[in-house]
């Protein structure tokens, strides 16, 4: 049987033009011997497995070369390496420099590679840096280490350093795929570019792993194949996760979530993944940045294709909150949770039912547009809904059924018309679906037919067109609004003061804190639908009135009662009722109880 020799030792570059991923350098070195401009201490560092030890056998062997006719000579008696993590003494390093005065036997030089020199104690190096400073001229000393923040300055200071880059996903490939054609492997290509990701820049690592997945598989390496044994997850989970979260489907989102970790995936491990695919997908939407992408050819098509399906806003939403999923992930003593919890907030970012809240609004926003119209050759039916549209914030003004006039209704129609006319095709736009009963939304609706044959397609700036828009105009006008039906439930005294408590409290959380504790002087009280509240003096009420449109709007949209009105009345013996310093409120205990002062003066209490 013959012996099996691991692929890492077996295609261990011979020469420079072999290493792979380090051309810089290796041109350096390579210069450098040609033109007799080598230094005799050199540092080479790096993460493990980018050619470090390789670059420094090979330049042993070719600084010696000049002059001897057999190429494959290695000069073996003029190499030493050392080890620095077995041998890191003071001890150690002496008898490397009774070594060092000895010259070589054949060749020009004697070459000392001292690995893992980071591994040396602070005695050993400093023994070290005479030697290190002013060698014979024999002696060329290469060190290596992966850690160069451990080695002394004075260390440092001595060496020409040469720092090893990792090498990228597609140098180790190609160098795979070389590899796998010598020893007659047949390979995908999503395959071999697992391996080299896999490898993390390492290509002692890659080749390692090459041989596990080939003893796995035999000769034919497949994507499908190399995932199952390296057991990672490929960018088809990835694909299908981000397709559910697209169509909004939490719950077969949280069933996909539970078959990975069912299959002995780390969650950590899968929202990272899923963090870098959104990255992918957003350098795959502009040509400039797809090279960024470092994925295999039938894996780049996928992409592109589910890159076209996600907006921009999309993914820089999704890789924020991935990413804060991951931050938070190892501090978290529900990891499970903390990832399906992001999970489903990636799949609402575009589902409008969960984004929107209409708690705080008399009348849910929405947008004005035309809905159910369609183009023939000479007439266009249009049917018109047109809601109010209500801002945001709580103290905006409420917006009435007065404030959409016909001239406004005429323009919509008109702008929308303009972009039919011109477009000259059939269009149809889905009409706004209500499906909660509960919510109001004030709805104009019209049924009107225009004369489209008469009308040329002429500049906006003609006579004609300004004839256009004026029939246009006079066709808004026609309009008949419906009546508006807002609710008028009955409320009792305790939801109102529910919400007026917590109007306050808003307030108060925002810094409002006088305004906060103007509503809070004196309970409401409730007649009817009209709330009247007591004010201390006639400067309170003016301050009131300011937040009143704010606070009749938020009990109008909570009590669903649109009839509610505030009545203010200035009352100023209310002052005495309320208390806001210390003092003030011991004052007024001791109107409801005398002995409250004597307890002060018997033990001498401050206030």
Not at 96 to 116: A, F, H, S
Not at 432 to 454: C, G, M, Q, R
């Amino acid at each position: 049987m013959e012996e099996f020799v691991v692929s890492a030792r077996k295609y261990r570059p011979q020469t420079f033009k072999d290493v792979v991923g380090q051309k810089a350098i290796t041109n350096t070195l390579l210069n450098a011997i040609e033109t007799n401009h080598l230094a005799s201490a050199l540092l080479f560092t790096g993460p493990r497995g980018v050619g470090k030890t390789t670059c420094a056998r090979i330049l042993a062997r070719k600084i010696n070369q000049p002059g001897y006719d057999d190429p494959l000579e290695d000069f073996a008696f003029n190499v030493f390496e050392l080890d620095a993590a077995s041998n890191n003494s003071v001890d150690d390093i002496r008898n490397l420099i009774d070594q060092v005065r000895i010259p070589p036997q054949t060749g020009k030089y004697k070459v000392y590679i001292i690995d893992e020199v980071h591994m040396l104690s602070s005695a050993a190096f400093n023994a070290f840096l005479k030697t290190l400073e002013e060698p014979p001229k024999h002696a060329i000393f290469i060190l290596a280490t992966t850690e160069k923040h451990k080695i002394i300055p004075t260390i440092l200071s001595r060496c020409q350093i040469f720092d090893f880059k990792r090498i990228t996903v597609k140098d180790a490939k190609e160098h795979l795929a070389e590899v796998a054609e010598s020893q007659g492997v047949k390979f995908e290509d999503d395959a071999l570019h697992i391996i080299a990701q896999k490898a993390d820049g390492a290509m002692r690592d890659a080749l390692s792993i090459f041989d596990r997945v080939v003893s796995f598989c035999g000769n034919n390496l497949t994507r499908q194949a190399v995932t199952e044994n390296l057991n990672v997850l490929d960018y088809e989970t990835y694909i299908n996760i981000t397709d559910l979260i697209i169509e909004n489907k939490i719950p077969e989102l949280l069933m996909a979530y539970n078959e990975i970790l069912s299959k002995g995936f780390d969650g950590h491990h899968f929202i990272a993944g899923l963090a870098s695919h959104f990255r992918d997908l957003l350098v795959c939407k502009t040509p400039t940045t797809i090279s960024l992408l470092e994925v295999g050819e039938q894996a780049q098509k996928l992409y592109e294709i589910q890159s076209q399906k996600t907006s921009q806003e999309f993914l820089l939403e999704g890789i924020q909150i991935a990413n804060d999923c991951d931050l938070k992930y190892k501090i978290s003593q529900n990891q499970r949770l903390l990832v399906e919890l992001c999970l489903m907030q990636l799949a609402s970012i575009t589902f409008d039912g969960e984004k929107k809240k209409t708690e705080s609004y008399i009348i849910p926003p929405t947008h004005f547009r035309i809905s159910n119209y369609s183009i023939t050759d000479k007439t266009v039916d249009v049917k018109t809904i047109v809601a109010i549209e209500v801002p945001s914030d709580i103290s905006s003004e409420v917006v009435t059924s007065n404030s959409i006039s016909d001239t406004d209704n005429s323009v919509i129609i008109q702008s929308e018309f303009e972009k039919t006319t011109s477009e000259k095709s059939e269009t149809e736009i889905a009409p706004i679906e209500n499906n909660d009963p509960e919510e109001s939304i004030e709805k104009i609706e019209t049924t009107t037919s225009i004369d489209l044959a008469s009308e040329p397609k002429v500049s906006a700036f003609s006579l004609s067109s300004i004839k256009a828009k004026k029939e246009l105009l006079e066709a808004g006008k026609s309009i008949v609004k419906e009546e508006v039906h807002l609710p008028t439930e009955d409320i009792n005294e305790t939801d109102m003061l529910l919400y007026w408590n917590k109007y306050a409290q808003r307030l108060g959380d925002k810094g409002y804190k006088i305004m906060e504790s103007l509503l809070l002087i004196n309970d409401p009280k409730l007649n009817g639908t009209t709330i009247t509240l007591e004010l201390p003096n006639q400067g309170s009420k003016i301050d009131f009135e300011s937040e009143k449109i704010g606070l009749l709007g938020y009990l109008k949209g909570h009590l669903h009662n649109h009839n509610i009105t505030i009545e203010v009345i200035v009352n100023e013996s209310v002052t005495t009722k309320m208390a806001f310093t210390p003092q003030e409120k011991y004052n007024r205990l001791t109107e409801l109880n005398q002995n409250l002062d004597l307890l002060r003066k018997t033990f001498e209490l401050d206030i």
